[in-house]
Structure formats: structure tokens, C-alpha cells
């Protein structure tokens, strides 16, 4: 079975892609994934926050600006195992691409066009076949306007473009206006994919103690109808790669994914509930199901589920939502 696929410029056996997770970010579990037989992974992010409170160290312990050291400090919370700082980093991006065949994609994550961005000259340097660019903004400021929240993607993204030649994909929220006029703005200001979505992690109430939870709650499979739904839109009308992102839980829902047109498709939370080994749970599946149909390869099968392709394209519209409402009340 010829699982190969295209993503962004790199070729790939498979589309199975390890998402940023802590899985990725530690080379014993970087080759289990490898050997499970993922067609690429993505590293967990290097934050703008990490690189500038290095900076600030930096500037404390040359004493070259005193009194801005503690207090860019304290924008992160203290480094855990997770957040292994700058200089570790690169270290993880050239030992992660020695170690293993597969391309080794980094990842930033930031929220302005500032310095930090020269990290991803540094990533490219250090061996990083692709960066991914993740700009968590939740606009809490209720003076910030939707054209200036697209605009911070956009400049970012034009930033690192012009900093690296290997290609960069940018993880998407899935809360524009628009989805699809931001995907082309985008695709225009250089990216070469689009990771569809990013997760936004919401917060919950603790009722005793009246403390806002952060709880890190692992995604399930009823989450991927919303990528389902702009996968299936934006495919066969986009020049970048789609990398469908968010709630995989099984083999059928790399399958749906790949039916609505994505290039790859990512998986974490599945890999931290079964283990890397469960990729390779997920690539039988994929080709099980292939097989059973006669197909040799992804080529024939990939967005003949997309909106452009369906006989009924209103299936992805207002129509069916009717359709849906309707058919509940009458049954
Ligand atoms: C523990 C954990 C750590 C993660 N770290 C990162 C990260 O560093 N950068 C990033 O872009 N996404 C990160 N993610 C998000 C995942 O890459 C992925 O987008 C998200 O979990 C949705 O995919 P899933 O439904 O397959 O889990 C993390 C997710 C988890 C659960």
C-alpha cells in the first residue's frame, strides 16, 4: 500500500503526523514514534515567553539593563521540563534530526512580530525540515478589532517567511470571522500549510475553592467535526498544504479526514492515552480500509469527500443545517 503524501514541500511515507506534545519533545519517545512508523513529527513549541526571559537573564547577569530583568522574568512561569529554554531547544532540534529518518518539523509559538522571531533562523540551522508557527492570541482587550487580530497573524507570519527558507506551516484558530478569506490572506503572505485548528485550552471553575482551573483535559473524537467542516471547504481550492489537527481518535477519523481533503493528519491526544505505538494502530487501520476498497494508494482517494467534489455541495452549508434541525423535530 503506497501511503506516501506531499506536505508542504517535504515528502512523507504516510500522513500520519505526531503533533507538539510532550511525546515529541524526548528523543526515546521521538524514535518510538519513528519506529511505530509516523511519516513526521512536530516538536512541542518554543515560546516567545522562554526566549525572552533568557533575554532578560541575560541582561541581568551583564547588568546592561538592570531593571527590566525581574520582571520579564516573571511574564513565564519558571521552566519546567517542558519549557527547556532556547539554547536547549536548538539541542533538541539537532539531536531529534540526527536520531531519526523522518522530517523533524520545530515549532514557535508567540503572539508578536518582535526579536524572538531570529529563533527561527537558529531552528533552521539546528536541522528542522519545517517550522510550525502556533500564535495562541486570546484578544482579551476589548479595544483590539478582528482586522488587527488577523493582521498580528499576518505580520508574524511575513516575519519568520522572510527569516527561513524551509517551509513553515502556521496552526490556525478557528475562531476568524472568515476562515477561508484568512487561509488565502495567509497562503498570499507566504505559508506553505495551514494546521487546522489549533485547540484553545478553556478554563473551568473550581466551585470550592473559587479558583479558575487549568486542567489540561485531552481532546475526543467528537471534536473533529469543526476541522471536518473547513478541511472539507478549503481543500481543492488551496495552493498550501492542509493538515487536519484535533481529535483523532481512530482509524476512521484519519480516514474522514483524508476524504475531506487533508495532506496530513496530526495526532496527540490519542498518542497520550495509548502510547506512540498506537501510530502504528492508526496506519493499519488506514490502510485496512483502503485495501477493503481496492485502493493502492492515497492519490484516489484524498478530497473526494471535499466540498468542491460532492455532488451536493450545500452539505457543508446552511441548507443541511436546516436539513439537520428539521429532520430532528420530525423524528
Ligand atoms: C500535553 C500537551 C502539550 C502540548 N504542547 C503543545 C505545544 O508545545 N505546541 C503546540 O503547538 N501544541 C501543543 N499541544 C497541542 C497538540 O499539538 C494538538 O494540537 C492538540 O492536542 C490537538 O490535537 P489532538 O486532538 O490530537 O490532541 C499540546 C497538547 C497537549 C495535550
Not at 503572539?111 to 502556533?134: F, V
Not at 481512530?250 to 496527540?268: E, F, H, I, R
Not at 492515497?298 to 467534489?309: D, E, F, K, T
Request: hydrophobic share 45%.
Amino acid at each position: 500500500m503506497d501511503l506516501a503524501t506531499n506536505y508542504m514541500g517535504l515528502t512523507l511515507k504516510n500522513p500520519l503526523v505526531a503533533s507538539a506534545s510532550p511525546l515529541t519533545g524526548k528523543l526515546d519517545t521521538i524514535r518510538q514514534i519513528e519506529d511505530a512508523g509516523a511519516g513526521a513529527i512536530v516538536l512541542p513549541s518554543l515560546f516567545q515567553e522562554e526566549i525572552e526571559a533568557e533575554a532578560a537573564r541575560y541582561d541581568l547577569l551583564t547588568a546592561v539593563n538592570t531593571e527590566s530583568g525581574p520582571e520579564a522574568q516573571s511574564y513565564f512561569p519558571a521552566l519546567t521540563d517542558y519549557n527547556i529554554g532556547p539554547h536547549n531547544y536548538l539541542e533538541l532540534v539537532r539531536r531529534a534530526s540526527e536520531a531519526v529518518d523522518l522530517p523533524v518539523i520545530a515549532s514557535l509559538n508567540g503572539i508578536t512580530d518582535a526579536g524572538w522571531i531570529s529563533y527561527a533562523k537558529q531552528i533552521e540551522g539546528a536541522g528542522a525540515k519545517g517550522l510550525e508557527l502556533n500564535i495562541y492570541f486570546i484578544p482579551a482587550d476589548l479595544t483590539t478589532t478582528g482586522r488587527e487580530v488577523e493582521q498580528r497573524y499576518l505580520d508574524i507570519l511575513r516575519s519568520v517567511r522572510a527569516a527561513v527558507s524551509i517551509p513553515v506551516a502556521i496552526k490556525l484558530s478557528p475562531y476568524f470571522s472568515s476562515i477561508g478569506n484568512m487561509a488565502l490572506a495567509l497562503q498570499d503572505a507566504g505559508a506553505d500549510a495551514l494546521v487546522m485548528f489549533n485547540r484553545f485550552y478553556q478554563p473551568d471553575l473550581d466551585l470550592l475553592k473559587l479558583q479558575v482551573l487549568t486542567d489540561l483535559e485531552f481532546s475526543e473524537p467528537n471534536e473533529i467535526r469543526l476541522p471536518l467542516l473547513w478541511l472539507a471547504v478549503l481543500a481543492c481550492r488551496m495552493k498550501v498544504s492542509l493538515a487536519a489537527s484535533t481529535g483523532v481518535g481512530s482509524a476512521d477519523d484519519v480516514v474522514k479526514y483524508l476524504l475531506v481533503g487533508a495532506d496530513v493528519v496530526m495526532t496527540t491526544s490519542a498518542l497520550l492515552r495509548h502510547g506512540p505505538g498506537y501510530i502504528a494502530t492508526l496506519l493499519e487501520g488506514l490502510a485496512a480500509w483502503l485495501a477493503a476498497r481496492d485502493f493502492a494508494s492515497l492519490q484516489p482517494v484524498r478530497g473526494i469527500m471535499s466540498q468542491h467534489r460532492l455532488r451536493d455541495p450545500q452539505a457543508f452549508e446552511r441548507a443541511n443545517y436546516i436539513k439537520i434541525l428539521q429532520g430532528y423535530r420530525q423524528s
